[in-house]
């Protein structure tokens, strides 16, 4: 039984250290944040990798997810008769959970990954342990600016993931399964609060932290080469997308 | 003055360095040798204080940095310029914007001062033109030269080589020897060199330290060393040179199962 226990709990406790590790790595960023140099121009650098060059992923994203959600709710509405809440739904769902949670995702992919293998890369060729004999905190250099971007540029793809699946809805409720236009829009605009953006944001900020801050992470920690590399960029990737999906859970019972 | 007094260092339970100790004098060379994977990269790093030691004190210019604070461990360290074994050059950059880099973090010289550094530098190891290559363009000898140039720019007192000859043809090797003592000569720093080359050791080295299972077994100048009766010490140097001459026919000493003492 204690075997067994053990053999059980051993992922639990993985990664319950995991998450402890990543949060001395927070408290320590936190402590860089403040003391100079100030490094705007590799922040600005990051902001644009992670923001402008995530762009067409997350509109395409959010378009189809906007699309498919009216589709889905139109169909289970139409048996009740309640095809005008088809535009708040969309809007409703875009807003609060699909548009901060998947641009999240999708920005995991692109970005969590990318951090996770450069800083892996770096580790392994010794170009972190270089910065440290320069006198250089890899820490104030690599990570910081990182998780100051995302946690900036989130935000900001998720408002524009929330506006192209709104349209999206719009499109395919209006366009295609012939919702009235007025109806749409009045329900939408009466049913979603400005509130619903805001805290979806918030989400989007925590998201990016998240994401940033795994990919930094199992980037620092990389070990044994080429290999190392691939298995800490998997590993950002799969942490990430599972902190994000629990964190979202406690932050909507918070918010909402 | 380096002192390493009683350092000892384990990973994972497996004894690295064994309460050893070491005296490393001002304005020389000292080659640290040793078999492959018997810890020397451990001790440099113990030298820059990249890792701190289980116990012991590591003394520099009179102050123990195994137990100094991080910010106070940041400014020790800018005495100190390393050479990475494959030079750690930072990939994102050309070749200037890695040797500029110390400048620009630790100093307050303009764009221009900085450039000319960095072309002194460069003209220093032997490099001309190609401060605005990446480090992917360069070869591997070219790397080190660039790594060395890097490590150089502050003109610090103290300079340490991670196996500056590893992976390097005959050629390439016997000029980087000859690079590091002439660059010794002319800064005076105090390096310290970690190698399992015997050969490139005898050329370069002021004094040599034998690094065995954790601990220094023999020290003393390249003649010392060479003329010495100790039995560990002949058969130590014996069978680093088998090692060498074996790589070119594909056998390393490991496998030839030759160990000392």
């Known amino acids: 039984m204690i075997r067994f226990l053990e053999f059980a709990g051993r992922p639990l406790v993985f990664f319950v250290e995991e998450c402890g590790k990543i949060l001395l790595l927070l408290m320590s960023t936190i402590s860089w944040m403040f003391r100079p140099p100030f490094r705007f121009r590799v922040m600005i650098k990051q902001m644009e990798f992670v923001g402008v060059n995530s762009l067409g992923v997350v509109l395409i994203t959010g378009a189809f997810t906007g699309m498919v959600l009216a589709l889905q709710t139109y169909h289970g509405f139409r048996m009740f008769g309640g095809e005008s809440l088809v535009g708040a739904t969309v809007a409703l769902s875009m807003t609060r959970e699909l548009g901060p949670v998947f641009t999240a995702l999708m920005v995991t992919g692109r970005v969590g990954s990318a951090m996770a293998a450069e800083l892996g890369t770096m580790k392994v060729t010794e170009q972190i342990d270089a910065l440290n004999t320069m006198s250089v905190s890899p820490i104030q250099f690599l990570v910081l600016p990182r998780i100051i971007a995302a946690i900036l540029m989130l935000p900001v793809l998720t408002i524009i993931s929330d506006f192209v699946g709104i349209v999206g809805g719009y499109f395919v409720g209006v366009g295609l399964l012939k919702i009235n236009s007025g109806i749409f829009m009045a329900k939408m605009i009466e049913i979603v609060d400005l509130e619903d953006i805001f805290n979806g944001l918030i989400k989007a900020a925590f998201f990016g932290l998240i994401l940033s801050l795994t990919g930094c992470y199992k980037g620092m920690h990389t070990i044994g080469g080429a290999e190392g590399v691939g298995k800490a960029t998997t590993q950002a990737v799969v942490l990430s997308s599972i902190l994000i999906f629990i964190s979202d859970y406690f932050l909507t019972a918070v918010m909402f | ?261």
Request: with cysteine; proline share 3%.
């Open chain 2, 1 to 261: 003055m380096i002192k390493l007094i009683k350092i000892s260092k384990s990973f994972n339970g497996q004894k690295v360095l064994n309460e050893l100790d070491l005296d490393i004098d001002p304005e020389e060379i000292t080659v640290i040798i040793g078999q492959s994977g018997g810890g020397k990269s451990v001790l440099l790093k113990h030298i820059i204080g990249l890792i701190r030691p289980d116990s012991g004190q590591i003394i520099i210019d009179g102050v123990d940095i195994a137990n100094l604070n991080d910010k106070k461990l940041t400014e020790t360290r800018k005495k100190f310029g390393m050479l990475f074994q494959d030079a750690a050059l930072f990939d994102s950059m050309t070749v200037g914007e890695n040797v500029a880099f110390p400048l620009k973090e630790h100093t307050q010289l303009s764009g221009k001062e900085i450039n000319k550094i960095v072309n002194d530098k460069l003209n220093l190891v032997g490099l001309d033109n190609i401060t605005h290559k990446m480090p992917s363009e360069l070869s591997g000898g070219m790397r080190k030269r660039v790594g060395l140039a890097r490590a150089i720019a502050l003109d610090p007192k103290i300079i340490l080589f991670d196996e500056p000859t590893t992976g390097l043809d005959p050629i390439m090797r016997d000029s980087i020897d000859r690079l590091i003592v002439s660059i010794q000569k002319r800064t005076k720093a105090t390096f310290v060199v970690i190698s399992h080359d015997i050969e490139s050791t005898f050329m370069i080295a002021h004094k040599i330290a034998m690094l065995y299972q954790g601990k220094i077994v023999a020290v003393g100048t390249p003649d010392e060393i060479r003329s010495s009766n100790n039995s560990f010490v002949r058969r130590f140097i014996k069978d680093l040179k088998a090692g060498v001459r074996d790589q070119g026919s594909g056998v390393s000493s490991q496998e030839s199962g030759v160990r000392a003492c």
